[in-house]
């Protein structure tokens, strides 16, 4: 199995950022297609970012929904990704989940389904 485990959430002001980390234990996380979704009370799980590592291993494919204030990123070596949070908005307020498929996969996936493995979520909240 995999672990995963996020953090840096937490309280900020509206236009302040945050960087969420998901470090991973057991299993290797090498080159597993990683997501980020969140969460709002009352609303559907959605996704904020998904990345995924191209053929060679060497770099990264990733699609962004948050666009322009939103950057996932990954350490291999660490077993880490990252999602660099900026000028953030209330709206942005909810709880924040790391999630990492078992397989391989050439595309990044927007789709919860898809994903295997899922952290305890890092809970956000942008005040105004």
């Known amino acids: 199995q995999v672990q995963l485990v996020e953090s840096g959430g937490g309280l900020v002001q509206a236009g302040g950022s945050l960087r969420l980390s998901c470090a991973a234990s057991?299993?290797?996380?090498?080159?597993?297609?990683m997501g980020w979704f969140r969460q709002a009370p009352g609303k559907e799980r959605e996704p904020v970012a998904a990345?995924?590592?191209?053929?060679?291993?060497?770099?990264?494919e990733y699609v962004e929904f948050v666009k322009g204030r939103f950057t996932i990123s990954s350490d291999k070596s660490k077993n880490t990704v990252y999602l660099q949070m900026n000028s953030l908005k209330p709206e942005d307020t909810a709880v924040y989940y790391c999630?990492?498929?078992?397989?391989?996969?050439?595309?990044?996936?927007?789709?919860?389904?898809?994903?295997?493995?899922w952290g305890q979520g890092t809970q956000v909240t942008v005040s105004s």
């Open positions: 990345l995924t590592w191209r053929w060679n291993g060497d770099n990264t």
């Open positions: 057991g299993r290797t996380l090498t080159r597993r297609p």
């Open positions: 999630a990492a498929r078992a397989v391989p996969a050439v595309l990044p996936s927007i789709h919860p389904d898809d994903y295997d493995y």
